[in-house]
């Protein structure tokens, strides 16, 4: 009954030997943008919303019997033996898991470029990056390998690489998604998401892998979700209260209607993005107040506080997060760099020598970083600053909501560069960050959508008549962001499904 | 590693502030900074590492440094206890968890000697 589905898993049972880390196995049409790290079917279970769907799944989301190697050479054999709670989800649904995805290196990165196993190229632009961290996700959705992909956000790895590649990514609300079985970055910041090629299908696989869970005590149960704008908390005690699900589903708030909808234009991220990404968003707003939208313009004053910030929170948590990883319950043996099981020096010596052989150097420079910001002496300069930078950035964006519904912005400040082109100037990768930080500091939901007639955009495909001239970069992919209150996520995927 | 990099404000053994002395800015960052921190995380490097890195934390920390305009802000962190009832539920078997290890023994894991 599940032959259609079964193209990618051969070997039934014994599915787990099919592993093909390289490209192209198992029948599957060819990964000719290093798009999988595992490509491996998961024969559906069960019948479900998702029965039709092949879902690509991050290596950062633990697959039982699979290989989740974070992009990694520290994590290159590490087979988890439990599914992360959205896999279960995803199965449950009748979802074809179709492979584990590359990724920048445990999350660490903004163009898949600090992967151990190679970057992935971007199929809507030859030569250029696909963004990161969730490139892999991206790419193999924009390539049509995948119908669906997990990503992770911590701050912007799902939204990135969507805006690069031309589809859509959803960020949730910090609590919404269970992040159990997800490798940690920073826990604090991140959360699982999708990455589809149209609003409605990001939403439902939102629709599948929402929803508390009694693994991850960071998630939140529906009737904590507190819309502000609907369903008042008297209802707050009854079964459907909540909210979390308008009309039934998230896929059914992509509606593509905007009328009377107010819409925030983040001027500061506008001002600073390439002429090519304004122009693009420009017209994208454009099109919202055609269809009956209401436009204004928002500063925050935080905002550029944000990113700094958001590394030093990053970094700190990864300083500690990554510290398991000493090759003693996983990774390479202490031992076998050199070759000698009782070499001299004590144990921390044998970690120090394990964590430089398995890390790569964005990991490495994160990982000393948050090590320096936490230390005795600068705690309070780096660290304590960035908390309350945090707390700034939240109070401003909820006051924002008090005048509007949907904050946006261009996701990325920058078209997707060339591979190889940024990768060697560690400061200037971070500040392409700078649209998507502040929404994980905020904890807020957030979904980017391809831009008016740029690739990917249901509108690219009519604009053929559509004037060019003075649009330099007009081939490459554009991403628009629009940001919720918190668990609004039905909210921001309605505005950005008037986009597709 | 990370009881001395996140100590709670008790001092700490030559940490890169002792050694600079307080006011050090970004752009100090030296070699002997970045092996000593190297250490505190337990990383090797390589002297092309070292190299790089020293230039780099100069630039980032500078960055870094506009969170000196931050105000204070008073956090009001809206956090809750979240429990569960104290019932026994499976977990890994010992095969499992042991399955990544590089080396075991008698069903533990293997580290390396202490000293």
Known sequence: ?500 | MSDESTNDGATNEGTAADTTGEDVTAEDVTAEDVRHVAGLARVDLDDDEVDRFTEQFGAILEYFETLDDVPETDAEPDLVNVLRADETREGLRQAEALRNAPETEDGYFKGPRVS
Request: proline share 5%.
């Open chain 1, 1 to 500: 009954m599940a032959s259609e589905h079964t193209e990618a898993a051969t070997g039934e049972a014994g599915a787990s030997d099919e592993t093909d880390r390289t490209s192209g196995g198992s029948g599957s049409a060819e990964d000719e943008y290093n798009a999988f790290l595992t490509r491996e079917g998961i024969e559906r279970s069960a019948d479900g919303p998702l029965s039709n769907m092949r879902v690509a799944v991050k290596d950062n989301i633990s697959t039982e019997g699979i290989e989740t190697t974070c992009g990694s050479a520290m994590l290159a054999d590490y087979v988890p033996p439990y599914d992360a709670t959205v896999v279960t989800r995803l199965k449950g649904a009748g979802a074809t898991i179709v492979g584990k995805t590359n990724m920048d290196e445990f999350g660490m990165g903004g163009t898949t470029e600090t992967s151990a196993f190679g970057p992935t190229e971007n199929p809507r632009a030859p030569g250029r990056v696909a963004g990161g961290s969730s490139g892999g996700s991206a790419a193999a959705v924009a390539a049509g390998l995948a119908d669906a992909a997990l990503g992770s956000d911590t701050g912007g790895s799902i939204r990135n690489p969507a805006a690069f590649c031309g589809v859509v990514g959803l960020k949730p609300t910090y609590g919404l998604v269970s992040r159990y079985g997800l490798v940690a970055y920073a826990n604090s910041l991140e959360q699982i998401g999708p990455i589809a090629p149209t609003v409605e299908e990001a939403g439902e696989v939102l629709d599948v892998i929402a929803g508390p869970d009694d693994r991850d005590a960071t998630t939140c149960p529906p009737a904590d979700h507190g819309s502000e704008t609907d369903s008042g908390d008297d209802t707050a005690d009854s079964e459907n209260a909540g909210g979390e699900q308008p009309d039934g589903s998230y896929a059914d708030a992509a509606t593509g209607d905007v009328e009377g909808t107010t819409i925030g234009v983040l001027a500061d991220l506008v001002d600073g993005a390439d002429e090519a990404v304004v122009d693009a968003f420009e017209r994208s707003i454009d099109a919202l107040e055609d269809q009956g939208a209401t436009i204004e313009a928002v500063s925050l004053e935080s905002i550029d506080h944000a990113l700094a910030a958001y590394y030093v929170i990053a970094m700190g948590e990864a300083s500690s997060n990554l510290a398991r990883f000493d090759g003693v319950r996983y990774g390479p043996s202490p031992a076998e760099d050199d070759g000698e099981s009782e070499r001299g020096g004590d144990w921390n010596e044998a970690y120090a020598r394990v964590r430089e052989a398995g890390f790569g150097e964005e990991v490495k420079r994160r990982v000393l970083l948050g090590t320096y910001a936490l230390s005795a002496g600068y705690h309070d300069k780096y660290y304590a600053k960035a908390q309350d930078a945090r707390t700034w950035v939240k109070r401003d964006f909820e006051a924002a909501f008090e005048d509007v519904d949907v904050l946006a912005s261009p996701t990325m400040p920058v078209i997707p560069p060339k591979v190889g082109e940024r990768i060697d100037d560690p400061l200037r990768l971070y500040l392409m960050d700078a649209n998507t930080v502040p929404v994980n500091l905020a904890n807020l939901p957030a979904v980017s959508v391809p831009a008016v007639e740029t690739p990917g955009s249901r509108h690219d495909d009519d604009s053929e008549g559509h004037d060019n001239d003075g649009r330099e970069n007009q081939n490459l992919p554009v991403g628009v962001q629009f940001i919720g209150r918190a668990f609004d996520e039905a909210g921001i995927l309605r505005v950005a499904s008037a986009l597709d």
